[in-house]
């Protein structure tokens, strides 16, 4: 991930997620985009607030599109930018932000070498791949030849995740990024119900970190939890982390003495 | 899945998945639940129309809350239903409603017969599972003590999966569902870009009959697509399918003859 030249920035940035895909709502295909840009936002410094899937629908592209990109820094979007009719992305992206849409010079002339080079023919199918929202640019990408787009604040990408990864590549660099979210995870050996009332006033008095809450089952030792922390700020985790393991010890503690 | 009983509708029946949780928008958790529930609501003969996923944060659960159970026959929510502080579902469906929240009844007692086979206590953290809003009905399911609720239109499930598919398994048959969509898959044996312009004029000339187009690799011939048909009329979906294979025939026979 080159995030060398990112410009970072003092506030939070955040970022919506657009799902655009029939497939994923029926279930004939698992998404396997949303936890990879997940990650990948996070590690940036990028808050992914919100995820949206939506199914190859105008109206519900257009609404969540203008819904999501008023409310966050950033809202990306994956799926429906392919060359058949139920890729319509590309003009619900010209619809919400009112502008027209066309074949763009350098799209086109990617495109026509990419055929060249394949022995594929340039057809009306094709030529949609080239048809970008005014005022977008383009994310170019090595794995296909079609672009994704950037207007404004929103950044179209692809739903074939080889091809998303290499749109997301190419945009990191140029993205605005914030101070980097720092994690701890630390493993309870307690039932959540167990240190739930503890866990939620720790939490209250340390309101810069973010403390969650995650059972699991341990094959040998049964009900488990694993206790997250998140923040931004070293000193004010290090607090947490501290507030958190004792207690822990005096939890279990005390339950040891009465088993 | 028992659907023996469910009252089927001659209308469409629409459904939402709100996903509530922190960890799925870091990236640290993998959620299992969206494919999973998009599969048994289409089996089922529900549409699932939207998914959205949010954190744990009042404010965001509530507008989606709002939003969905307007625009959608059923909203199903995922996660936030435990002990702790950062499990606020219940509360936000209160809100949402406007409805008050108090310990019901019989989740109590569900409670405290599971706490009593285990040797757990209860307190302060584990009576938070009791909490239901106002006309709610419970979810009960075998697999944990907290119940999920129903409340109108909207059905509040766990975030494990193993507790979530109980609960799901126990509300079925109570939704109301409509004729099942019935799919077809046709590997087209060519790329998108040279079956996309017929294969729009096929889906413009079958209105009742949804068509998706998905690029696949393979590994030993390359670029391929499958073209998936759904619809709920078995003889439309047979004449759009019998369209898409001549069509096929008609595109790789050109194909074949120019290489």
């Not at 070498?113 to 994310?139: C, F, Q, W, Y």
């Amino acid at each position: 991930m080159a995030i060398a030249n990112s410009p970072q920035s003092k506030e939070i940035v955040t970022a919506a997620l657009l799902v655009i895909g029939d497939e994923i709502l029926s279930g004939r295909t698992k998404d396997k985009n949303v936890r990879y840009i997940a990650e990948y936002l996070t590690t940036l410094g990028i808050d992914l607030m919100e995820v949206r899937i939506v199914g190859d629908e105008e109206s519900a592209i257009v609404d969540a599109l203008n819904a999501l990109r008023k409310r966050y820094s950033y809202v990306f979007t994956t799926g429906g930018i392919g060359p058949t009719h139920d890729d319509i992305t590309a003009d619900c992206v010209a619809k919400a932000f009112g502008v027209p849409i066309d074949v763009h010079p350098r799209a086109l002339a990617i495109m026509q070498e990419r055929l060249a080079a394949t022995g594929a023919e340039m057809n009306e199918a094709r030529l949609r791949m080239t048809r970008i929202p005014k005022g977008a640019d383009l994310v170019l990408n090595k794995v296909s030849g079609a672009p994704g787009m950037w207007i404004e604040n929103v950044i179209v990408m692809a739903g074939v995740p080889s091809i998303m990864q290499a749109m997301l590549d190419e945009v990191a660099p140029k993205l605005k990024t914030a101070v980097r979210m720092l994690t701890e995870t630390i493993r309870a050996d307690a039932r959540e119900g167990d240190i739930g009332t503890e866990l939620g006033e720790i939490a209250s008095a340390h309101p810069g970190v973010a403390i969650g809450s995650y059972p699991f089952f341990d094959p040998q030792l049964g009900p488990n939890t694993n206790v997250v922390l998140r923040g931004r700020d070293a000193e004010k985790l290090a607090l947490a982390r501290r507030a958190v393991e004792e207690m822990l010890q005096r939890v279990r503690a005390a339950l040891s003495g009465k088993a």
